[in-house]
């Protein structure tokens, strides 16, 4: 089953890409695709949330992983309906041609593929093979329009995590040399096998090891201050690709890096250098992005600290924590996804309409595009954690999981940094919706199909922030209890 | 336990390493670059083979001919072909200037020798000594790549990087799961393929592979 | 110590003959004949009878420094083991050694001073920035040597490396032999740092020191010089790769010993002769790039010893 899941979107990749010219095609194919692997991924996630863990010695699914798959899956069925109407619209407007048009059908599918791999792989090698994979492909997907900026944007993203992913790959040497100790040559990298003697590894190189790992595939999460790639490559993207990468990409790379943690929790060491780390990390995250949201020009930038800001966050909830941090980050996860996506969306749609990036350029929003604008004015009203919305309590535990574990000064920087974002992000978005808008400006959405996907997300962050369902609840807490936090 | 003539080679073989980073870092020229990088990758391979030798380990001797036909014959090829297409101008153009460089990278490989220092203790693998070399390679390839002007050194600077990483593979651990390993170097390859894609665009884009040009995108 | 003289006055007596055959290597290489290998000592010899002109500005300095530059060397020669290991042997000999070469070096910069002309001071200037970066990289080489046979004297650190053997050798001895090389190139105007035989003002460095000098002073200085030139390649021959050296004195170990060091220094010889035919001279802003090298090298080789 899990190898289906895997070769379904290299199938549509090979598909799109022998299909080019067709255009049409391409999109059908592209959007059956990606509904296929909604509907086989979805199964997974809820054998596994129900039945338990699927373990096929190379591939192995948890419910850390089915949780994850479920995000992919999720998020990728949703940028390929937007980007349908989207790309369409660059199409004619000139800015994309025809071969572009298949070829970035095929390189989203093989993006997919690769973040597939991370969280199905057993092989911590694998894995790292697969995050390097997930660089490498999707540099041709920031770089895709051919101007100077975004190659600017692609060749700094390949470079800054490919150190990144270097360092990544000298630490997971070292867990690995860990463990040759105990498990003599047999030691095969599977992190079953290291759970299973998680006691017994080397404290010296697993501890060396971790602090490589955090710093490298740190880089990818976007971690400050590894981060610099992130604004840059995130703004230049395509919009439905800026979704996948904020909403998808970095969560990716934070699972691989929370399967270290995991193991330190469980090994000799203990939680606490593991998870001071994170939450030093994540501090960081939050405080530099707070200082750069405030004085931002650009909304798609703008939009890209905001990610930095919430990966920082779930850093600092897993450093917390103790039952309510883990929960909340790990909740936070699924909903920073989601609301990071509607926003990606909305603003793909004020760029095809205003043609700026900058927010002085964009006025009057309510009154050109109201659709867009109402749901983006929920969405960003959602990301600074406003309730009823899911970010909220997310972020209201992981403020809870602080406070129980007696963090209280970091729970309190915490809550600050939320605050002036929340009065920055804001402040930037209501002067974009409201106002007069530019002479000449025509009113009208200029991607109705586009507002589909939009509504949906809309739908499923007002309901996951009233309430979580059962289901989704339960598997959470057994993930919880894989780090060995009281449920 | 130990033939002490491997060991010998073994040493001698990472101070060439060691050695072929300094002169990374010394030379002046592009050519002269993907010259010392491919000997480099010979040590690097030699060594494997001498570790396989030792250990009996049958994959490992697999893991270093790859090494030494990919990093050694196949990727200075395509960076000098890169270069030519590109027509990059001869010379390297550092941003720190080569004393003060070659003193930075006096300075980070005692660095790494202090850093790994409380490794080596373990003493279990082959030579944790070549730890710190490997060690100081990262760091002088981190170092090269923030120094260097120019795209394709960039590049250059990550594949020594890399090679700091297989010393530690091969150093502490004596290989990975062959799998991994073999993973590892296709992602290398097309990594590197990818960056002179990316360099030859940029050059069409802006008529320069210099790096310090690529600062259009600021807060 | 009787031996130590006797290897004294040896060094002194073939110093001109290696320069000559350096020359004639030189000339081998560019396709000439050259002149002869003698010619050095009759160079010495004519300046030897000629009388010298002293510049009005210069001081005792001036007049002295010949014969300071001679004693240095002839002191120096006392310590280096020659073809055999019993030199005159004390602790820290090697640091003495190295700083009677230094000491040498300061006269003839503050004699190009003092005579108050201009090429003079620019051939000082020179000098002294060259040195600056030289030193630490000699100092830093025998301290290797040192270390890796446990004794600062200079003897000692001879036999104990000859009485060991080949595959005993750890790799830090050659990059501290190839930095000493290096070094040996720039302390004793050699191409590619200086180039011995121009007299041309945008070249000149050793040569602009000992310009003003004519007579029996410049045959000194040149003696000095050339003997200079000797002592580092037998330092290089017998603190490196001191095979072959006698341990003892037996008439035929010393007969072996003086072989070999003749050998490995005609070997030195030949070496630099190629480098100075294939190589150009460097421009003075690039030597810096050269030295750090080599003092790279010398640093690398301390590490290595440790590290490895």
């Known amino acids: ?487 | 336990m130990l033939n002490s003539l491997s060991l010998d080679a073994i040493n001698t073989l990472a101070a060439i390493i060691l050695l072929t980073d300094f002169m990374l870092v010394a030379s002046s020229r592009m050519r002269s670059l993907t010259r010392i990088f491919a000997i480099q990758s010979l040590a690097l391979g030699a060594l494997a083979a001498v570790v396989a030798f030792e250990t009996g380990a049958e994959h490992i001797y697999i893991v270093a001919v790859l090494s030494i036909v990919l990093k050694a014959v196949i990727i200075p090829r395509f960076i000098n072909y890169a270069t030519t297409k590109i027509q990059v101008k001869r010379e390297v153009e550092p941003l720190v200037k080569i004393p003060g460089s070659l003193l930075i990278c006096a300075a980070i490989t005692l660095l790494a020798y202090f850093v790994t220092e409380p490794l080596m203790q373990q003493g279990t693998a082959i030579t944790s000594n070549c730890l710190a070399i490997s060690f100081a390679s990262v760091l002088i390839g981190m170092f090269l790549m923030v120094s260097r002007r120019k795209a394709i050194t960039e590049v250059i600077g990550l594949l020594v990087v890399e090679n700091g990483v297989f010393l530690a593979a091969i150093s502490t651990t004596y290989s990975m799961p062959m799998i991994v390993e073999l993973g590892v170097f296709f992602d290398v390859l097309v990594g590197v393929i990818i960056m002179g894609l990316f360099a030859f665009r940029i050059n069409r884009t802006f008529d320069s592979i210099d790096a310090s040009i690529l600062r259009g995108l600021k807060d | 110590m009787l031996l130590a003289m006797i290897q004294t006055l040896f060094l002194l007596a073939l110093a001109p003959l290696f320069t000559g055959l350096i020359r004639k290597f030189k000339a081998f290489f560019q396709g000439r004949q050259g002149p002869s290998v003698l010619q050095p000592y009759r160079d010495l010899t004519k300046l030897f009878h000629k009388d010298s002109v002293i510049s009005k500005d210069a001081s005792w300095l001036f007049t002295a420094t010949p014969y300071i530059c001679m004693t240095a060397v002839i002191t120096a020669a006392l310590m280096i083991p020659f073809f055999t290991t019993s030199s005159i042997n004390f602790i820290g000999d090697i640091i003495v050694v190295v700083y009677l070469f230094g000491m040498m070096r300061f006269f003839m910069a503050l004699a190009g001073l003092d005579a108050g002309s201009a090429f003079g001071g620019m051939g000082s200037s020179r000098e002294m920035t060259i040195s600056a970066m030289v030193e630490p990289t000699i100092l830093l080489s025998i301290f290797t040597m040192a270390l890796i046979s446990g004794t600062t004297r200079l003897g000692e650190i001879s036999f104990n490396l000859a009485t060991t053997g080949l595959d005993l050798v750890p790799p830090a001895l050659f990059l501290a032999l190839a930095a000493f090389f290096i070094s040996t190139l720039a302390e004793n105007a050699r191409v590619p740092v200086d180039n011995p035989a121009t007299h041309l003002e945008l070249t000149m460095i050793h040569e602009a020191m000992i310009l003003e000098h004519s007579g029996k002073q410049l045959a000194l200085m040149e003696w000095s010089s050339m003997t200079k030139l000797l002592l580092y390649l037998v330092i290089m021959a017998n603190t490196f790769l001191p095979w072959g050296i006698a341990t003892e004195v037996t008439p035929m170990a010393l007969i072996i010993g003086i072989f070999a060091v003749i050998l490995k220094i005609t070997l030195f010889s030949l070496a630099i002769a190629i480098i100075e035919s294939s190589m150009a001279k460097m421009r003075l802003f690039r030597l810096p790039n050269l030295l750090t090298v080599s003092f790279s090298l010398s640093l690398l080789a301390v590490m290595s010893f440790y590290i490895l």
């Open chain 1, 1 to 487: 089953m899990i190898i289906t899941l895997l070769l379904l979107p290299v199938a549509v990749a090979l598909v799109c890409l022998l299909l080019n010219r067709y255009t049409k095609l391409v999109e059908t194919a592209s959007v059956l695709g990606a509904g296929l692997l909604l509907l086989l991924g979805s199964v997974l996630v809820l054998h596994v949330f129900e039945e338990g863990i699927i373990d096929e010695g190379m591939w192995y699914l948890d419910q850390l992983g089915a949780f994850m798959l479920l995000i992919i899956v999720l998020i990728g069925f949703l940028a390929i309906l937007y980007s349908v109407p989207y790309m369409r619209h660059e199409h004619e407007s000139g800015e994309v041609s025809s071969n572009m048009l298949g070829l970035y059908y095929t390189f989203l599918f093989l993006f997919i593929f690769t973040m597939v791999l991370v969280v199905v792989s057993n092989n911590l090698g694998i894995v790292w093979i697969a995050v390097e994979g997930t660089t490498l492909v999707s540099a041709f997907l920031v770089g895709f329009y051919n101007k100077g900026t975004s190659l600017e944007a692609a060749w700094k993203y390949l470079i800054i995590c490919s150190i990144g992913i270097s360092l990544a790959l000298l630490g997971t040497i070292f867990v690995y040399a860990s463990s040759i100790d105990v498990l003599g040559e047999n030691s095969d990298l599977h992190w079953t096998s290291l759970m299973a003697v998680a006691g017994q590894l080397d404290p010296a190189f697993l501890k060396i090891g971790f602090v490589l790992v955090l710093i490298g595939y740190g880089t990818k999460v976007g971690l400050a201050p590894m981060h610099t790639w992130l604004p840059d490559a995130h703004s230049q993207a395509p919009s439905p690709v800026s979704a996948l990468l904020s909403g998808v990409l970095l969560n990716c790379a934070m699972y691989a890096v929370l399967r270290y943690h995991i193991l330190m929790t469980h090994s000799s060491i203990g939680g606490a250098f593991s998870s001071g780390l994170l939450l030093l990390f994540g501090l960081l995250s939050l405080g530099i992005a707070a200082a750069f949201i405030i004085t931002q020009k650009d909304y798609k930038r703008l939009l890209a600290y905001s990610s930095i800001e919430h990966m920082g966050i779930i850093a600092i909830g897993f450093g917390f924590g103790g039952f309510w941090g883990i929960f909340g980050a790990l909740l936070h996860m699924f909903n920073h996804s989601m609301t990071k996506a509607l926003l990606f969306f909305g603003a793909g749609n004020v760029l095809q309409k205003y043609k700026t990036k900058s927010i002085d350029g964009v006025r009057g929003l309510s009154r050109t595009m109201p659709v867009t604008s109402i749901l983006l004015l929920m969405g960003a009203l959602a990301i600074t954690g406003s309730p009823p919305f899911s970010v909220f309590t997310s972020e209201i535990m992981v403020l809870t999981g602080g406070i129980d574990q007696g963090n209280i000064l970091p729970a309190l920087l915490y809550a600050g940094m939320i605050v002036i974002i929340f009065a920055a992000f804001m402040g930037h978005v209501v002067r974009m919706i409201f106002g007069d808008p530019p002479e000449g400006m025509e009113k009208g959405e200029v991607n109705k199909a586009g507002l589909i996907p939009m509504i949906a997300l809309v739908v499923i962050i007002l309901v996951m922030g009233i309430f979580i369902p059962d289901g989704l609840s339960d598997a959470l807490r057994d993930i919880v209890a894989l780090f060995g936090g009281q449920v």
